[in-house]
């Protein structure tokens, strides 16, 4: 119990600092509106930057890489 309430103030917590700094008293359905149109997207975009997309190598990368372990 004490846990999950934890988790649940720490994401309030950074819903209302991040996404909801502009509005002292928000509805409930201004505030699911923000959570579809920008704080899962902004998720997304943070764990496909993260996990996902794979960065292009550089173009000198493989042979320092080579060499460093060498």
């Given amino acids: 119990m004490f846990k999950t309430n934890m988790f649940v103030k720490a994401h309030w917590k950074v819903l209302k600092r991040d996404f909801l700094y502009k509005f002292f008293h928000p509805r409930l359905d201004l505030v699911v509106f923000i959570i579809m149109e920008q704080v899962i997207p902004h998720n997304q975009r943070k764990f496909e930057q993260i996990f996902v997309v794979n ?3 550089q173009i000198g990368e493989k042979t320092f890489k ?3 372990k060498d």
């Fill in 55 to 57: 960065r292009e190598r």
């Fill in 66 to 68: 080579k060499e460093w």
